[in-house]
């Protein structure tokens, strides 16, 4: 099966809160990201979890990490139209580390409407 | 803020030829990969690079693909003879160090398309 899976579409009006789930499959991975990927540009990191955590909030970003059941979810706050972008969950496993190797789930398409 | 960059940022090619696919990572960075994303698909790790030579390999990156760091800044990918299949945004990260903490950071990509 698939490592990282998220759904692939959300959308949201504008000034809501908006909320991408992920699921991963390895209770080893130590650290767990976000990406932010804009219409015809790279990868933008948005923001980590390392697995020992519970929560991580960075202004309008709040990352909820569930251990137990492999769920990592990032909420966005007050959504704004400059928020529609793909949007990557990616883990980093630790088990027999590979220097870094990174799993990618294949992004959610966050769309807001003014 | 120092920033990978990769040029070009879109190439065009014919099955069967060689293409050099080019990435500056950021300069006291120490370890180098290259992602691919097939369009609609996820991203995918191909290589990771440290100390001159290919620490990990995916199952993708077969004979066909190389990598070197000719200088002190440029890290490449080479495809020898490409396929249609290999038509694909590439990405180029790079990371400080080797400690768990460390993030990578990631290129705007190189456009391949093979006709």
């Known amino acids: 099966g698939e490592d990282v899976e998220q759904s692939l579409f959300l959308s949201v009006r504008e000034g809501d809160s908006s909320v991408i789930n992920c699921t991963y499959t390895?209770?080893?991975?130590?650290?767990l990201y976000w990406y932010k990927q804009e219409p015809g540009a790279g990868l933008q990191l948005l923001t980590y979890?390392?697995?020992?955590?519970d929560m991580k909030q960075d202004q309008r970003l709040t990352v909820l990490l569930n251990k137990k059941d492999k769920h990592l979810s990032l909420r966005i706050a007050d959504t704004q139209t400059g928020d529609s972008a793909i949007y990557f969950c990616a883990e980093k496993k630790g088990r027999g580390s590979t220097l870094g190797r990174l799993y990618f789930g294949r992004g959610t398409q966050l769309t807001v409407w003014p | 803020e120092p920033e990978v960059t990769q040029t070009p940022s879109h190439q065009v090619t014919q099955m069967g030829q060689e293409v050099i696919l080019r990435c500056v990572p950021i300069?006291?960075?120490?370890?180098f990969y290259w992602y691919r994303q097939i369009l609609g698909q996820k991203v995918e790790f191909l290589v990771s690079?440290?100390?001159?030579?290919?620490?990990?390999k995916s199952e993708i990156f077969d004979d066909q693909f190389s990598v070197e760091r000719p200088d002190g800044s440029n890290f490449t990918l080479k495809i020898r003879s490409t396929k249609l299949e290999d038509s694909a945004m590439y990405f180029c990260?790079?990371?400080?160090?080797?400690?768990?903490?460390?993030?990578?950071?990631f290129g705007p990509g190189t456009r391949l398309t093979v006709l």
């Open positions: 390895d209770s080893s991975s130590t650290y």
């Open positions: 979890i390392f697995s020992n955590m």
């Open positions: 690079f440290y100390n001159n030579e290919i620490s990990e």
């Open positions: 990260a790079s990371r400080v160090g080797a400690g768990e903490s460390d993030t990578q950071y």
């Open positions: 300069s006291n960075h120490l370890y």
